[in-house]
């Protein structure tokens, strides 16, 4: 595992709000990043970020629906309404950093309020996470299907084999999966309800169409041994949106910000400072 000096736990900075419905928490000075995890998560994912991430930065890390300390509102039932909410509890301009699910929600954000958005990164996301037949570079939907099914009869156990799932073929896949672990254990489970939810726009959003009119400037992460979001599908990114940066993280699988925090943390700044210059 990359060795990096990381953020302080978050009674040293960290302050956390019910912020218009969904919780969030923000620490650091400086222009606004927002920051959206991934599926079945919480923001204590993100205490493990390098410290180098806050310098001249504020972060506010918002939970999803239905994830640690934000309620799931069974009105909230589309993509739409979960970008909505996450724009009402997040700064009134900001670059947004989603990963995975939190990745297709920002994306989500970028094309309903364009205005809010200084910038994007898409962290192991992409527009579409289905395969299709004219996008092979994704998950199989019968995946998806088994773990909709699975989260009927074992919510928990569900949630365990798609964290194992998120490291596979990581070169630091037990490190990656005892973190994803203490900080899902951090919070409150969360809601099956949302994660089902959370699973069905997984599978049926298909974001594409719209992705040639987005106006911000973004960065695509992809880990080289990713199995849910395949590296591949930068290519695929690149020719839909050729003024993104696409990067690919050697080594690591779908949490490269956990498994290879130095090379990730050193791509976003990258980013950052030339939105900032």
Known sequence: MSAAP???????GMVGERGLNLYRETRGQG????????????????????????????????????????????????????????????????????????????????QRAPER??????????????????????????????????????PAGTLERFLALQVRGSEAARDTLRLLKRELAARPAPDPVALALGLDLLRNSDLRPALQALDCPSLWLFGAR?????????ADIAALLPEARVQVIAGAAHAPFLSHPAATTAALLSFLWELET
Not at 226 to 234: C, E, I, Q, R, Y
Request: net charge negative.
């Open 6 to 12: 990381l953020l302080p736990p978050p009674a040293h």
């Open 31 to 110: 222009p606004d990043l927002v920051l959206l995890h991934g599926w079945g998560m919480n923001a204590a994912v993100w205490h493990g970020l390098p410290a180098d991430l806050t310098l001249g930065h504020r972060l506010t890390a918002i939970e999803l629906p239905g994830h640690g300390g934000s309620p799931h509102d069974p009105s909230w039932q589309g993509l739409d309404d979960w970008a909505d909410v996450c724009l009402a509890a997040a700064p009134a301009r900001a670059v947004w950093l989603g990963w995975s699910l939190g990745g297709l929600v920002a994306l989500a954000a970028a």
């Open 117 to 154: 958005l200084a910038g994007l990164v898409l962290m192991t996301a992409t527009p579409r996470f289905a395969q299709a037949d004219d996008w092979p570079a994704a998950m199989d939907p019968e995946t998806l299907a088994r773990f909709h099914e699975g989260l009927l009869a074992d």
């Open 226 to 234: 990713d199995t849910l979001v395949p590296a591949a599908v930068g």
